[in-house]
């Protein structure tokens, strides 16, 4: 009887513990115990957005600036375990979850004007349809004179349609208020984290007692590669090419956690000859006290080429090491045989 050949356990990889950076606009690690366990307890849709308070223009239609993720978390970062009795927490930067708080102070919106088209103080629109579905050749027969519509109804046309898909929409446009012809489209990608739910760190809230901060109730991280190749990528092979042969660019805000998960990108040295403007955010925890107040860190040109080979963010493995993957897959109880 041959004996098996034991498979050598991978180390396992350090859970990664990020918890609340901010709640409604407050620093987390600055909230009273008690302010804490009130908005962790609250309804989101009865308390203001800090960022919509400040650009009501682009909050939500019906007017309300209440906020509108449950949960009301802006932000995340990571809370380092102890290493030792009588050590501090030590917490990593933060990175934003909730798009909306790209918003603060307008501070982005300005930085695009200026930097794109010539004007600090640009209008703005948002959601535009940018898709129009093609009719199916059922539809084109049995209407020869109809048309295509648009992905989103436009709203001042009143036009509804059943066929209109959730696709192909640019969320926000910034323009320069004395040349509409001047404008940009503008993507903000917030990042989506994998692990334990939010409500889990709830429980350490409530029952916390203390001058510290809580731990939070669960393990969980930022998941870049979700929010990169499978959400904003997307966005950007979809809707660049056209706007490159309309003469315009894609502005991509994210902050600098985010682009510090990108593979390297090859900058452009002069934003005639780029496709998409990067305006990557950070947050200074210095300036005010109790927030962190939203900084322009840096801006990078690029080609969309190049977008699309920093956000894969990985080479091909080799054929050996694929199928030595594959084979230890295959050896595990759980595979399944037809």
């Not at 960022?51 to 009501?56: L, R, V």
């Not at 910034?174 to 040349?179: A, E, T």
């Not at 502005?251 to 305006?279: K, Q, T, Y």
């Not at 920093?310 to 054929?319: D, H, M, N, V, Y």
Request: charged content about 30%.
């Amino acid at each position: 009887m041959t004996k098996k050949k034991k498979l050598s356990r991978r180390p396992e990889k350090q859970k990664q513990f990020y918890g609340i950076a901010e709640l409604y606009g407050n620093r987390f690690i600055d909230l009273p115990n008690d302010e804490r366990k009130r908005l962790v307890q609250a309804k989101n849709t009865t308390v203001t957005c800090p960022y919509f308070q400040q650009m009501p223009a682009l909050g939500p239609q019906s007017g309300s600036i209440n906020c509108n993720k449950t949960g009301g978390v802006c932000s995340l970062r990571n809370f380092h375990p102890l290493q030792a009795p009588g050590d501090d927490i030590t917490f990593g930067p933060i990175t934003a979850t909730c798009p909306n708080r790209f918003l603060e102070n307008g501070t982005i919106i300005k930085h695009i004007g200026k930097e794109l088209l010539g004007s600090d103080s640009p209008l703005i629109a948002k959601e535009i349809p940018f898709l129009r579905r093609p009719l199916s050749a059922l539809e084109a027969e049995n209407a020869p004179n109809a048309k295509e519509v648009d992905m989103y109804a436009v709203e001042d046309e009143g036009i509804e349609d059943s066929r209109q898909e959730d696709v192909g929409r640019i969320d926000l446009v910034v323009v320069n208020p004395d040349d509409g012809t001047r404008w940009c489209a503008v993507e903000m990608q917030a990042v989506y984290f994998s692990g334990g739910a939010m409500t889990k760190d709830h429980n350490n809230i409530l029952t916390f007692i203390g001058n510290g901060v809580p731990m939070p109730g669960a393990a969980r991280r930022p998941d870049f590669r979700s929010s990169g190749p499978k959400r904003l990528m997307p966005q950007l092979m979809i809707k660049v090419p056209t706007l490159r042969r309309w003469g315009k660019k894609m502005v991509v805000v994210i902050d600098r956690p985010f682009l510090e998960a990108l593979d390297d990108m090859e900058p452009i040295d002069h934003i005639s000859n780029c496709d998409i403007v990067w305006v990557v955010v950070d947050y200074d925890e210095t300036e005010q006290a109790c927030k962190a107040v939203l900084k322009i860190h840096k801006t990078i040109y690029t080609t969309l080429e190049d977008a699309v080979k920093g956000l894969t963010a990985g080479k091909p493995t080799t054929l050996p090491e694929f199928e030595s993957k594959l084979e230890r897959k295959l050896k595990r109880p759980v595979a399944k045989k037809l």
